[in-house]
């Protein structure tokens, strides 16, 4: 009967490690897809491609999701393990600041879709400056 008490004990710990590390590589794999949406964010606006910021904008968009869903304590180190909160706020506003980018692209208002682009990217630093200083665990 230990050794059932101890198997499940020990399992249940292998499976939340190793659900964090599989967590911790899908947010690694959608920042480099956010990353990439940012670069073709900033291609499309130079060429004034409305499809092409309406696209890189779903991009970005809907690979938000793992930084809404993830749980930083699991692979943050404790000194900014709270820093998932902050990161979720900035998900919400970069999702916001890119739904107004694609709108005023496509109103033709590209001063406004400048500072849309501008206020994405404050937000994307912000974060990383918050929490990327630092070594993962």
């Known amino acids: 009967m230990k050794i059932v008490k101890f198997l499940l004990i020990w399992a249940l710990v292998a499976t939340s490690l190793f659900g ?24 499309a ?5 409305k499809k092409g910021v309406r696209e890189s904008a779903k991009k970005l968009i809907d690979n938000l999701d793992s930084l809404i869903t993830s749980d930083a304590s699991a692979y943050l180190p404790d000194a900014v393990a709270d820093a998932g909160k902050f ?5 919400k506003m970069i999702k916001m600041y890119a739904n107004d980018l694609v709108e005023s692209t496509q109103d033709g208002d590209y001063d406004e879709a400048i500072e849309d682009y501008a206020q994405i990217l404050t937000q994307c630093t912000s974060c990383h400056s918050r929490i990327r200083k630092r070594v993962w665990k």
């Open 20 to 43: 964090s590390k599989l967590e911790q590589a899908q947010l690694k794999s959608d920042m480099r897809t956010m990353l990439s949406a940012m670069e073709d964010l900033q291609r």
């Open 45 to 49: 606006g130079f060429y004034n491609n």
């Open 87 to 91: 990161a979720k706020k900035r998900a």
